[in-house]
């Protein structure tokens, strides 16, 4: 038996989230049938995150464990072709440790959010970024989301069907940048709780349209109440950026 570290890269739009469901298509059910059909064997594949329906990854982190003998490489090229039909890319399979976990070794956790801001629509980037009309200052954004850093009650910013069992967490970066018509939120933490980071740049919007201080903002995070909260960011936007590794 050889576990193998997979780093995998996927478009969400057709799936219901990383995770298995019942009721639709997901990228870990797609990646299991896949190796599947290479191996002959029934496997379970572990990810770093779990992300939601229409989420993007650039590089999720996962683990699985094959009886086969394989070149983690040859592995690795064996699952794409079988997912050549799916938005979902392998960039690399390796062999790792028994003990290496994707979840439980990650010690952090990176994600961006890609905003684009005009009028125009998106024909390109359709389904890959939130597109927002009215004029946006980053800077206000910015400056407002430096009162979200540190350990604190997410509870405000936390899906009502959050499984975490406790609300609090420790936000090590919350930056916001503009590049032209772009500005992307980039957020990392050890962990976030279920829609913390479309939920953080829901509210962030409200304050680059001058609807919402960054007074307002912190009012929201003290009060650690779902309903204070003024706009979650649609998914189409997110992508899950790195897990980090000791």
């Known amino acids: 038996m050889t576990r193998y570290r ?3 890269e996927y478009h969400g739009g057709p799936f219901m989230g990383w995770q298995r469901q019942p009721h639709g298509p997901s990228v870990q059910q797609a990646i299991e049938e896949a190796i599947t059909e290479v191996t002959g064997e029934t496997v379970l ?4 995150g779990r992300t939601d329906a ?7 982190a996962a683990h699985v464990d094959v009886e086969k003998d394989i070149t983690g490489f040859r592995l690795g090229e064996a699952i ?67 009162h979200l850093i540190g350990r604190h009650d ?12 406790s609300p609090v967490r420790t936000l090590d970066r919350l930056d916001v940048e503009r590049d032209g018509e772009r500005v992307t939120v980039h ?27 960054g007074d307002d903002l912190k009012a929201a995070l003290d009060a650690a109440d779902r309903t204070t909260l003024g706009l979650n960011a649609p998914p189409e936007g997110l992508y899950f950026v790195e897990a980090v590794y000791p």
């Open 154 to 165: 997410f509870t405000t910013f936390r899906s009502a069907h959050c499984q975490s069992d």
């Open 80 to 146: 794409n072709a079988t997912l050549r039909e799916a938005p979902i890319a392998i960039l690399g399979c390796e062999a790792v440790d028994d003990n290496w976990h994707a979840r439980f070794s990650c010690i952090g956790r990176r994600y961006a959010y890609r905003i684009v801001n005009r009028r125009a629509p998106l024909a390109l980037e359709r389904g890959l970024a939130w597109r927002i009309p009215q004029q946006l200052d980053a800077e206000a954004m910015h400056d407002a989301a430096q």
């Open 6 to 8: 997979l780093t995998i």
């Open 187 to 213: 957020a990392a933490a050890r962990s976030f709780l279920h829609h913390q980071v479309r939920s953080m740049v829901g509210c962030l919007a409200l304050v680059g349209q001058g609807k919402w201080s």
């Open 54 to 60: 229409g989420v993007h990854a650039e590089a999720m």
């Open 45 to 48: 594949v572990y990810g770093a």
